[in-house]
């Protein structure tokens, strides 16, 4: 949950990468998540075994004053005093889990401050906090010339585990608000600080001058960040670069860099940035991982797996590099090799409902439905609205199955979960069509193209439902404005071929099919109507 106008939410940025907070503080944790639509398999958060968490010490650590707007506003620091005994995955990125606002980057853990002072209402919240370590900075505030509660406390609620815990109550002090700190401190010039906030924050101690190289380059690497979230990326080099003339010997900002080149879509140069800062800190596994998804990135699955390989060679504890692997060994149909790291994730916490759904994508590519139905039947137990399972558990049952009353049956839980999705409508319309439920697979497509007037495959899949009731010649408008909306969609030139068959206009049956394959050269269905028509393909 995160406010505008107060600060005290990490936000970091990346291209599809995230570097944590905890790393840009000097502990590198690189985390990537993703999700991939050609292997319909998805990188998950929680991958280590859940911990009960610990109950949280709050300590008050005073106050600092700043100004948003020409409007002055109060912080009133907190911090949790043991915050080394919170597990690291707590903080972990959740993408499967709904999000925080409009930040899909949303955390496992959610942290809110609350008045103590008996209404308990929340004061501020934190949404996107990467690591325990940022347990250190937590803060809400106020205007200036509102006055605090006298005392708050925390809640810490893990999402994943459906966990909450309390902390104790702190005094909040009454003692004036500090001034900002001295030119040579980074002040709001912190991840800790809105990227907004603290752009302006990193520009005023720049341009003031007097700061040692250290800091110069530090409120250079954080202005760096806070561009590239906003999206920025060139200015984000720049920033970026700045503080390697500074400081060359920091990964932090190679790293960082690495991501601008990456959004940027300059692969070889974000290499090159993420292997300087591998030669600066070996040990680290994290930036290997973030090498891996680059080269994924540029279309070099052979070296991101070298890449995943030694980041679990690093931390073979850490689920979500066996996640990451599994999915680039299953994209290039290592069917084997994925199956065993997303066994090695379910070793590692067999709570992870993302790592069966990603097994039980594997089992189907393999041909085993019936193990992959165990475990999209298991993902979703451990997580009943997690949309992706319900979906390939129906795809299961109806494209591989042929059991299309069950394959309905999952389309419509999806549906409950997403109401105004018309592709999902849209896949229970051709469940019901398969099943000979022509009316109610008419009742979907329309329902779709309400929600999506210009929605191709609706009109194809109206058109293919008229064909299968008898009624072709009414299926023939359809697939025509199909065709209109989406030029090169190869099943509407099947469709239509299947149309001109029926009606018996053969010669122009044989050219749709033509039409077809050039678009989709294996297709099995049109490869079948140019045979029965004795046509060659």
């Known amino acids: 949950m995160e406010d505008a106008g107060a600060s005290g939410v990490v936000r970091l940025y990346g291209s599809g990468h995230v570097l944590s907070a905890r790393f840009l503080k000097g502990a590198v944790t690189m985390r ?46 907190l911090s949790v005093a043991n915050r080394s005994s919170f597990p690291a995955d707590l903080f972990a990125l959740a993408p499967d889990l709904p999000p925080c606002g409009k930040n899909a980057s949303a955390s496992r853990t959610w942290v809110n401050v609350h008045d103590g002072d008996g209404s308990s209402a929340r004061l501020y919240g934190f949404c996107a906090l990467r690591s325990a370590e940022e347990l250190g900075k937590l803060s809400f505030a106020l205007p200036k010339e509102k006055k605090p509660p006298s005392s708050v406390y925390i809640t810490l609620t893990d999402r994943s585990e459906k966990q909450t ?33 603290r752009i302006v924050a990193c520009t005023r101690l720049i341009e003031r001058g007097g700061a040692d ?5 530090s409120a250079y690497l954080y202005r760096c960040d806070a561009y590239g979230f906003k999206g920025n990326h060139d200015q984000a080099l720049a920033d970026c670069s700045r503080a390697i003339e500074l400081h060359g010997t920091e990964p932090r900002a190679f790293a960082l860099r690495s991501r601008a080149h990456a959004a940027k879509r300059r692969y070889d140069l974000a290499v090159q940035d993420v292997s300087e800062a591998i030669r600066l800190r070996p040990g680290e596994a994290g930036l290997y991982y973030a090498r891996g998804t680059t080269y994924e990135a540029a279309g070099r699955p052979d070296r991101a797996i070298e890449d995943y390989s030694q980041a679990i060679r690093l931390d073979p504890k850490e689920g979500q590099f066996h996640i990451t692997r599994g999915i680039a060994y299953s994209n290039g149909n290592r069917l084997a090799e994925a199956l065993a790291d997303f066994n090695a994730v379910i070793g590692i916490n067999p709570k992870s409902h993302v790592a069966y759904f990603n097994r039980g994508t594997v089992y189907r590519k393999m041909g085993q439905q019936d193990r992959a139905i165990a475990d999209y039947d298991e993902a979703l137990r451990l997580e009943p609205k997690y949309l992706l399972a319900h979906l390939r558990r129906a795809d299961t049952y109806g494209d591989d199955m042929q059991q299309y009353d069950r394959a309905v049956e999952g389309y419509s839980q999806a549906i409950a979960l997403a109401p105004r999705n018309p592709f999902i409508i849209y896949l229970r319309a051709r469940a ?12 979907d497509h329309g329902e779709a193209l309400k929600i999506d007037p210009r929605f191709a495959l609706a009109y ?34 099947n469709t239509r071929a299947h149309i001109y068959e029926a009606l018996g206009r053969q010669d122009e049956a044989i050219t749709n099919f033509r039409r077809a394959l050039a678009r989709m050269p294996a297709d099995k269905s049109s490869l079948e109507g140019l045979k029965r028509l004795g046509a060659a393909p």
């Open 165 to 197: 815990v309390t902390s104790n109550q702190v005094a909040i002090g009454q003692a004036p608000a500090t001034a900002s700190p001295a030119t040579t401190s980074l002040g709001q010039c912190d991840l800790s600080v809105h990227p907004e906030e």
């Open 32 to 77: 990537f998540i993703t999700i991939s639509l050609a292997g319909l398999l998805v990188l998950g958060a929680a991958a280590r075994a859940a911990e009960p968490m610990p109950a949280p010490v709050l300590q008050f650590d005073g106050t600092e004053r700043y100004e948003v707007g020409g409007k002055l506003w109060v912080r009133y620091n």
């Open 460 to 493: 194809n899949g109206r058109a293919w439902t008229y064909l299968k009731m008898g009624t072709a010649a009414d299926g023939l408008p359809d697939v025509e404005r199909a065709l209109e909306l989406q030029p090169q969609l190869a099943h509407a030139y």
């Open 432 to 443: 019901y069509t398969e099943s000979g439920r022509y009316e109610e697979a008419l009742a």
């Open 213 to 217: 190289n250290e800091t110069l380059a």
